[in-house]
């Protein structure tokens, strides 16, 4: 398949305008997006956050783009809810490198504390077998498929939705999060980057990819979802400390969460 130069709408993604890198599709009508530096209080930024096309794109669109994400650098996210924040810039970009000082071992036993701290002792239910202790990171799961191809199918199941795509100059989708300054999370934790690290933990331990992003909504594929209940249990606990919504506005407690994500080769996050 034949590689596209680099336009400038995608050029001026990048510090170093986008030196060496060819795209493997032709790009989409579209444009970048700015932040609002109304929204951000720091003034014009230096480069957009990341590109936005103006129409729905298919699920073999966005495979062809994460398949050359290497020659490209950028990678694609399915854009939920496109009027807001995305096309009015609601959005407070990061440098990726500040994910480098956090962990998500480190977030989650920060907020496993400052939560359980806030709930009512008989709360405290919703978090059996661990209730006030943090069990920690969950293991590696055992990769079922590859991780690609797993993003591509859930692409597929996500695509009909009708939502554009966007591109960010990033090396991974953990680290997109950060690029594009997605805020989706603000009502559980303003600043994205600690959050950021734990999906760089989870591409790495489970296999997982960043398929789609919205308003308040975060969807990965999952090549290596915990399979048996006690894992299953264990990753429904950082599940919570990351999105507590998920469990509490949920099944309402982590057993039964868990018996939902055993197996299941999507995680779907969404913060009230």
Known sequence: MKDHQL??????????????????????????VWPDPGYTGLGRAARPAFWMSDEPVTAAEWARFRKGHARSGLWPILLDESAQPWAIGQIVPDDPR?????????FMAE???????QMPPEALGELEPFGAICPG???????????????DWYAGELAPRGMPLGLVAAHRGADALAVMGWQGALHHNEWMVPMA??????EDR???????VGFNTLDLSVAAPPTEPEHALHVAAEHWAFCPDNVVQGPGDLQSYAEQIAGGHAWSFWWD
């Open 7 to 32: 336009p400038r709408e995608l050029s001026q993604l990048f510090a170093d305008g986008g030196r060496g890198r060819t795209l493997p599709a032709r790009l989409p009508a579209g444009d970048a």
């Open 98 to 106: 500040q994910i480098d000082h956090f962990t998500a071992e480190g």
């Open 111 to 117: 907020v496993w504390q400052e939560w359980v701290a």
């Open 137 to 151: 990171l969950a293991p590696p799961g055992v990769l079922r498929a590859d991780p690609g191809a797993v993003a």
């Open 197 to 202: 690290a734990v999906v760089r933990s989870w």
């Open 206 to 212: 489970f296999g997982a990819r960043v398929v789609s």
